[in-house]
Nanobody
Framework: VQLQASGGGLVQAGGSLRLSCAYS??????LGWFRQAPGKEREFVGC????????TYADSLKGRLTISRDNAKNTVYLQMNNLKPDDTAVYYC?????????????????WGQGTLVTVSS
């Protein structure tokens, strides 16, 4: 499985950004987004089932994020609204082989290279 994240950049606080992740190989997998801020551990952002019918979000980010996927285009999206400086991080997409949707990073064996999001105050 190969994943390629894109769409990061510099945005002002309160703004929005949509990240994309193109995937190939085994495509019927749940996909997740994680992020890692400077000096911090990688944290779960959200995930979406293989069909796209179910999503799970980190409690601290609910209401500001939407994950969707277009299986015809082999692309998963992370729409982020009302961005805050604390959202500054490298955002990674990942594919899970776990039978159930999971928030645990070690259950995602496939990772993209990450895309940097910087939110200015």
């Amino acid at each position: 499985v190969q994943l390629q994240a894109s769409g990061g950049g510099l945005v002002q606080a309160g703004g929005s950004l949509r990240l994309s992740c193109a995937y190939s190989g085994r495509t019927s997998l749940a996909l997740g987004w994680f992020r890692q801020a400077p000096g911090k551990e990688r944290e779960f952002v959200g995930c979406i089932s293989s069909s796209g019918g179910r999503t799970t979000y980190a409690d601290s980010l609910k209401g500001r994020l939407t994950i969707s996927r277009d299986n015809a285009k082999n692309t998963v999206y992370l729409q982020m609204n009302n961005l805050k400086p604390d959202d500054t991080a490298v955002y990674y997409c990942a594919a899970s082989t776990w039978p159930l949707m999971t928030t645990i990073a070690t259950r995602y064996p496939y990772w993209g290279q990450g895309t940097l999001v910087t939110v200015s105050s």
